[in-house]
């Protein structure tokens, strides 16, 4: 069974500000593991997914995340955040299947003007 | 491009009513579809999925049914709405890997 901890269900951060969300997973086969950022009210937007390969990958609206076998980990991070960037973010991982994704809890980022 | 359209935007139903929730999408033929259900302030749990029409897996049921009668359609309902059926209900849609969410419902049962 594969699970998903996201230990930081609320991160606070100023708008230019650097912030780094964090998740780890655990499950010891192939895995394939993403990112979805949520708006108030609205459904899942698409961020970055890694399966193999180059550990950073690039998403969208300049968020990147790594990947880390030895850590269990695939923490998404962004230089620079905008207010907009206010949102939950969630990490997801699917092992075997790709059609059972779990969820994690989910990090509420706030990002003050 | 594709496009994905969840029906009704939002439901309040009382408890013991029939419930249906619609989900299309457009521009993607053969997808593998999803149901998730999220309770307020809570994580996704996903319900059921479906890669073909007339076949839909079901991962958690919480009393709750899925049918897909068409290529581009996948509904979720019951005959029998409980109180802890609140919250929403999102549909997606899959290509190469990734999950693709519709806009979701919201539902309120009283």
């Known amino acids: 069974t594969q699970t998903v901890s996201q230990s930081d269900a609320h991160v606070t951060v100023f708008e230019g500000d650097s912030v780094e969300l964090r998740c780890n997973y655990s499950y010891g086969g192939s895995i394939y593991l993403s990112w979805y950022i949520q708006h108030h009210g609205r459904g899942l937007q698409f961020l970055l997914k890694y399966y193999s390969g180059n550990p950073v990958v690039q998403g969208v609206n300049g968020f990147e995340a790594e990947f880390s076998k030895s850590d269990s980990s695939f923490h998404l991070r962004k230089a620079s955040v905008h207010w907009s960037d206010s949102a939950v973010y969630f990490c997801a991982v699917a092992s075997g299947s790709f059609n059972k994704l779990t969820f994690g809890a989910g990090t509420r980022l706030a990002v003050c003007p | 491009a594709q496009t994905i359209h969840q029906w009704p935007v939002a439901e309040i139903k009382a408890v013991g009513s029939p419930l249906s929730l619609g989900c299309t999408i457009k521009g993607k033929s053969s997808p593998n579809l999803y149901w998730y259900w999220q309770a307020t302030g809570g994580t996704l749990q996903q319900l059921f999925y479906s890669i073909t029409v007339g076949q839909v897996e079901s991962v958690v049921q919480l009393n709750l049914s899925a049918s897909r009668p068409k290529d581009d359609q996948f509904i979720l309902s019951t005959e029998k709405l409980l109180l802890s059926h609140s919250g929403f209900y999102l549909c997606?849609?899959?290509?190469?890997?990734?999950?693709?969410f519709g806009p979701g419902t919201r539902l309120l049962v009283l």
């Open positions: 997606a849609w899959s290509s190469q890997d990734t999950q693709y």
